[in-house]
């Protein structure tokens, strides 16, 4: 059993996003339906609507990205507990895994084997791939469903579902807290918001950003210092000083000239996916002792930890918020590095379509 509902779907890897109709399943017995408000413009939308991604993860067509999802709930299967009509709702990356693998049964979801992603994976219940966020509304297992805290806005909360939990959980896996020197390389939607935990969990925060006209929205969002890291001088500053740098860059760039801040023992871990590889200095890690690691988004519990500590702290992304008729434009603007510092696609634009 299905319904039609409204998206904005590309064709083809050269195609603009364009107005379309997708089927969703209706809602089983697990699921819930969720009216989409917000959703927020990840970088990794654009790497799979362009099939950047071509060699991990090849782009099915049509692709309707998004997958920082919030909204309300309209329906629910019966046999869903935690929700019912009315409630907010959000949705990340993941909506469906295995369930039963260790990873699973740890809470860490988002390193299963067989996880599902929210757009671009292939769909078990209606076959062909996974639908995205660019859409009226979206159907998914109740547990893959977060609760939003009722204090925060909804278009700023909508990119913690991706950019949020992504920077949120390697800090907290490697025990940033007061007294720790921390690097965030990239102010852009990843990083802004990397900038702001790890403001909020006490660390030195130092913003590495290649944008010299970003130095004061970097300091407004948290930043202790900000260095323009085009110069080498002011890079060579900061050497073997750093407990943890997280890599939030887009675009292929030389890690090594960030191995080399960190101190002894000191990790550089990666968020940011460009679709090279990046070469590494053996140097760079032996004299030190240096880690260079990896993260994938977050668990579902830990996404919800997120959550509610942003409603604690009352946290939400910077936001520029656009119709859906200004997606291919948002595009362009963030393969500029010009966005602040996420965008947020204001749902209400597509019943005009
Ligand atoms: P974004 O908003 O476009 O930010 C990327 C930032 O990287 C830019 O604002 C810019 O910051 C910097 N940058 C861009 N091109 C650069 C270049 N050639 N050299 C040096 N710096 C450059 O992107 P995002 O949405 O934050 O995503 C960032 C990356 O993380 C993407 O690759 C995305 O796919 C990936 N991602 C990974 C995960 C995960 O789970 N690991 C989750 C979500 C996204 P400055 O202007 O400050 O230099
Ligand atoms: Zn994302």
């Given at each position: 059993?299905?319904?039609?509902?409204?998206?904005?779907?590309?064709?083809?890897?050269?195609?603009?996003?364009?107005?379309?109709?997708?089927?969703?399943?209706?809602?089983?017995?697990?699921?819930?339906?969720?009216?989409?408000?917000?959703?927020?413009?990840?970088h990794?939308?654009?790497h799979?609507?362009?099939?950047?991604?071509?060699?991990?993860?090849?782009?099915?067509?049509?692709?309707?990205?998004?997958?920082?999802?919030?909204?309300?709930?309209?329906?629910?299967?019966?046999?869903?507990?935690?929700?019912?009509?009315?409630?907010?709702?959000?949705?990340?990356?993941?909506?469906?895994?295995?369930?039963?693998?260790?990873?699973?049964?740890?809470?860490?979801?988002?390193?299963?084997?067989?996880?599902?992603?929210?757009?671009?994976?292939?769909?078990?219940?209606?076959?062909?791939?996974?639908?995205?966020?660019?859409?009226?509304?979206?159907?998914?297992?109740?547990?893959?469903?977060?609760?939003?805290?009722?204090?925060?806005?909804?278009?700023?909360?909508?990119?913690?579902?991706?950019?949020?939990?992504?920077?949120?959980?390697?800090?907290?896996?490697?025990?940033?807290?007061?007294?720790?020197?921390?690097g965030v390389v990239g102010l852009g939607g990843l990083g802004?918001?990397g900038?702001?935990?790890?403001?909020?969990?006490?660390?030195?925060?130092?913003v590495f950003t290649t944008s010299?006209?970003?130095?004061?929205?970097?300091?407004?969002?948290?930043?202790?210092?900000?260095?323009?890291s085009?110069?080498?001088?002011?890079?060579?500053?900061?050497?073997?000083?750093?407990?943890?740098i997280l890599d939030a860059v887009s675009a292929g760039h030389d890690i090594?000239a960030y191995?080399?801040?960190?101190?002894?023992?000191?990790?550089l871990t990666l968020v940011g996916a460009p679709a090279k590889?990046l070469?590494?200095?053996?140097?760079?890690?032996?004299?030190?002792?240096?880690?260079?690691?990896g993260?994938?988004?977050?668990?579902?519990?830990?996404?919800?930890?997120?959550?509610?500590?942003?409603?604690?702290?009352?946290?939400?992304?910077?936001?520029?918020?656009?119709?859906?008729?200004?997606?291919?434009?948002?595009?362009?603007?963030?393969?500029?590095s010009?966005?602040?510092?996420?965008?947020?696609?204001?749902?209400?634009?597509?019943?005009?379509?």
């Open positions: 059993m299905m319904y039609n509902t409204k998206a904005y779907s590309a064709t083809s890897a050269a195609s603009p996003l364009a107005s379309t109709t997708i089927a969703r399943r209706d809602p089983t017995e697990h699921d819930v339906q969720i009216e989409i408000l917000f959703c927020g413009i990840c990794s939308d654009l799979s609507v362009r099939n950047e991604w071509s060699e991990f993860l090849p782009t099915v067509y049509p692709i309707v990205p998004g997958h920082e999802i919030v909204g309300r709930v309209t329906k629910v299967g019966s046999a869903v507990t935690k929700y019912k009509p009315g409630d907010l709702a959000a949705v990340g990356c993941l909506v469906d895994s295995d369930r039963t693998c260790p990873r699973c049964k740890a809470g860490l979801e988002n390193f299963c084997p067989n996880l599902t992603l929210t757009f671009n994976s292939p769909d078990k219940h209606l076959g062909g791939v996974t639908y995205g966020g660019y859409s009226d509304s979206i159907v998914v297992d109740e547990h893959f469903v977060l609760r939003v805290p009722s204090n925060l806005d909804l278009a700023g909360a909508a990119p913690l579902l991706c950019a949020g939990v992504t920077t949120y959980s390697p800090m907290r896996h490697w025990g940033i807290t007061k007294g720790k020197k921390v802004h918001m900038v702001k935990f790890a403001h909020a969990f006490g660390a030195h925060v130092v010299p006209k970003k130095k004061e929205d970097a300091l407004r969002l948290g930043a202790d210092e900000v260095v323009v085009r110069n080498a001088d002011e890079m060579k500053k900061h050497a073997g000083s750093f407990d943890f090594n191995l080399n801040l960190l101190g002894l023992d000191g990790n590889p070469g590494v200095s053996a140097f760079g890690l032996i004299m030190g002792r240096r880690n260079l690691s993260s994938n988004i977050g668990g579902i519990p830990e996404t919800q930890e997120m959550l509610d500590f942003c409603g604690a702290h009352n946290i939400t992304a910077d936001v520029e918020v656009i119709p859906i008729q200004k997606v291919n434009e948002a595009y362009e603007r963030v393969v500029k010009d966005v602040k510092y996420r965008f947020s696609i204001d749902m209400a634009s597509l019943k005009s379509e």
